[in-house]
C-alpha cells in the first residue's frame, strides 16, 4: 500500500509544477482512494472529461488520501474526483478536506462519485465536498459540474 | 453492449439488430443459415454429455442433478457470516460463495491503517484461523463445497480452508474449494491485486500443484470471465479472454513437468449473465465447445471429463439498475432463465439492491427464490438443452464460436494475454468499451426500462443492508486477544519456513498450511510475499 501511494507521489512530484497559462483546460486528478478496485466508473469518468477536453491525471488504485492530497498539489490540479463504492465516502473525504486545510489548500475543489446514498449528500457538502455524482448521474452533467467548478 | 443495438426506421420498426459481440440478428432464419454457417449436427452438437459438450457436459441435465444454487454471502465478522451460512443453507441453498472484506482480499490484517473503515463493509473479515473455525461452523464441508471469492491471496485462503476441515474434523481429500485465484481478470477487472504477475501467476501454480494430490476435489482456479464482462467486455471477449487466461494457467503448471491432462479437468469458470438472452445462451453453448476444442488442440487433452467447461454462470450485476429498483427481481429471473437454457451447472444472482449495498437478509433470499423457483415451478428440468435445433441458436452459436476464437486470435496477435493486459491493451480497449455503453444508455440508444425508457424519475426508498460499526470493533478485539494468546514460538517459525521457500521459488502451500495452523494472520502471510515479490504496478492507459 505504501509502496503505491508513494510511487504514486514520485511519480507526480518528477515532473516539476509548472504555472499553467490562463484558459489552459481544467484539471482534473481521478482517482479510488481505499482499497476497493472496481474501477470501471473512474475510467469511464475519465474518459469523459478527456472527451470533453479536459487535463486528466489518472492516479488509479488504492490511494491513500496523503497520497491523493500531495498529487493533486503537485499536479496543480483543479478538481479531484474520487470514486467509491464501499460506503466509506464519509471518512475519506473527511480526511482529504482535512490535509488539504492543513496544506492551506482551498483552490482545488474535491468531487466524489459512486455508491452514495442520498442521505449522505448534504454531510458531504457540509465537509466542503463540492460535487457528489451518485450512480446513475448523467455525464453530461458530471461534466458540466467539473466545467464550472474549475473557473 | 447491454441488449443489442437495434436500428430502427422512422416508424420505429426494427431494421436491424446487433448484438454486443458484434453478429447482426435476421428477422427469421431457416436452414439455409445453417447451411451458410456450415452447421455439421455430428461436428457442432452431438449428444449433450459428449465432447464437444455443446449441448451440456452432461446426458440427462437437470433431470439427475440441479444446478447448485451459490449466493455471494459475508459480511462483519465469521459470527454473522456463519449465520448468514446457515439461513440461506437452511432455506434449500446448495453450495457457499464466500465474501471476504477487502482488507483480507488485500493480504491486510484488520488493524492495519489501510483497513480502517473497511473491516467487515463487503464482506467477512478473517484475520486467521480462528475466523474460519467460526464462519464454517456446524456446516457439513463433506457436502456443502465452498467458493472463496479471493485472488491475490488466494493460496493463503486455501491453505487456511484445509486447516479448518482438518481442524473441524473433515477429511482433505473429501472437501471441494473453488477458491476465485484468478489473478489476471483480477488485474484487468477487480483490482485486488497486490504482487506483480509473474510471481501472482506463480502462486497460482502453486495452489493448482498442490491440489492435484492434496485436496483433489477442489477447484484450484475459477476462471473469471464475469468481471471482466462487468469491466466492459463484449459476450465474446469475456469468453475469450478467460480462456486465454487459463492458457495462461495451464502454461505455468505445465512447465513444472505435469500434463495438462492431469490437472485442467479440476478448471472452473465463473462467467456473466446479462444483456440479450439468445447471445447468452449460445455464448456459452459455443464457448463449452470452444473451451473443449483449445484444450484438445493446444495441450492434446483427451479425456472427455476433462474437457468440460464447468462452473458459475452468474446473473451480472452491470444489467442491474439504481433507478426503479425492484425491476431487479425481474432482470434477476430472466438472468436465471438463461443460466438454466445454458445449462449452467451453478448459479447465483446478484440481488436487486445490490446498486445501493450488499443485500439484506430479504433480497438475499428473494434471489435464491428466483433460482429455486425456475428450477421447480417452470420446466426446466424436463429435457436437456432444449434450444437446440432452432435454425436461429444454432446459426447464432456457430457465429458465437467463430468471435471467440478471432477475440482469441487477438489476444494473440497482443503477445498474449499476460502482455495485453500488462501493457494496457485489455484495460485500455474495455474502459472504452465501458464508456460507450455508458454513453448509448445516455442517449437512449441502449434501452434501460425505468432509466432511459419509462422513467418516473421518482426516487423509491428501499431498506438497505446497514454496516455496524461494532463488526470492526470485535475484530480488532479478537485479533488483538490473538496475538496476545497464541504461542509465538510456532507463528515465528512457521512464517520464516514461508519466506524460505519464497525465496527458493518452491511450493509455497505446505508452508502456509503449517502457518495458518500456527495461527499466523493473513497480513503476516500476505507481507512475506510482499517483502518477496514487491507489488504490482497499473499500466497507464490514459
Known sequence: MDENAQTATTAATAEAPVARPSGSPPKVLVTKPGLDGHDR??????????????????????????????????????????????????????RIMELLAAEGVSDIAVTVGGVIPKKDISALEALGVKGVFPGGTRLDDIVAAITALAR | MDVARYITNEKGQIE???????????????????????????????????????????????????????????????????????LMIDHGQTGLNVAFDLPTQMGLDSDHPMAFGEVGRVGMAVDSLRDFETAFAGIDLHKVGAGLTINAVASIMLAMYQAVAEKLGFDRTKISATPQNDIIKEVIGRGAWIYPLEPAIKLIGDTIEYSMTAMPRTNPVSLCGYHIRESGATPAQEMAYAFCIGNAYID?????????????????????????LWEQVAKFRAGRKVWAANLQQKYGVKDPKNLMLR????????????????????????YGLAAALSGAQSTALCSFDEAYAIPTERSALLSLRTLQLLMDEVGLRDTVDPLAGSYFIETLTKQMEEKIWEEMRDIEEHGGIVQAVAQGYVPRKLAWQAYEFERDVQNGSLIKVGVNKYATGVEEEVELHEYNEEWAECQATDLAELKRTREAEPVKATLKALEEAARKGDNVMYALVDCCKAY??????????????????EPSIF
Open chain 1, 41 to 94: 466508473g473512474a475510467k469511464v469518468i475519465a474518459i469523459a472529461l478527456k472527451e470533453a477536453g479536459m487535463e486528466v491525471v489518472y492516479m488509479g488504485l488504492h490511494q491513500t488520501p496523503e497520497a491523493i492530497v500531495r498529487a493533486a498539489i503537485d499536479e496543480d490540479v483543479d478538481v479531484i474526483g474520487l470514486s467509491i463504492l464501499t460506503g466509506g465516502h464519509l471518512p475519506i473525504c473527511g
Open chain 2, 311 to 334: 462452473g458459475l454462470f452468474a446473473g451480472g450485476g452491470s444489467g442491474l439498475t439504481k433507478a426503479e429498483p425492484e425491476n431487479n427481481i425481474m432482470r434477476g429471473a430472466y
Open chain 2, 252 to 276: 505455468e503448471t505445465a512447465r513444472r513437468g505435469y500434463e495438462p491432462e492431469q490437472f485442467v479437468g479440476r478448471f472452473s469458470f465463473n462467467l456473466n449473465i446479462f444483456g440479450n
Open chain 2, 520 to 537: 499466523a494472520t493473513v497480513g503476516e502471510m500476505a507481507d512475506v510475499f510482499r517483502q518477496v515479490y514487491g507489488t504490482y504496478h
Open chain 2, 16 to 86: 436491424d439488430v446487433i448484438l454486443s459481440s458484434g453478429i447482426h440478428v435476421k428477422t427469421v432464419y431457416g436452414p439455409e443459415d445453417l447451411e451458410a454457417v456450415g452447421f455439421d449436427y455430428e461436428r457442432d452438437l452431438g449428444r449433450p454429455g459428449e465432447p464437444p459438450f455443446t449441448r451440456n457436459n452432461f446426458s440427462t441435465g437437470y433431470r439427475t442433478r440441479e444446478w447448485t444454487t451459490r449466493q455471494y454471502t459475508g459480511f462483519g465478522t465469521a459470527r454473522e457470516t456463519n449465520e448468514r451460512f446457515r
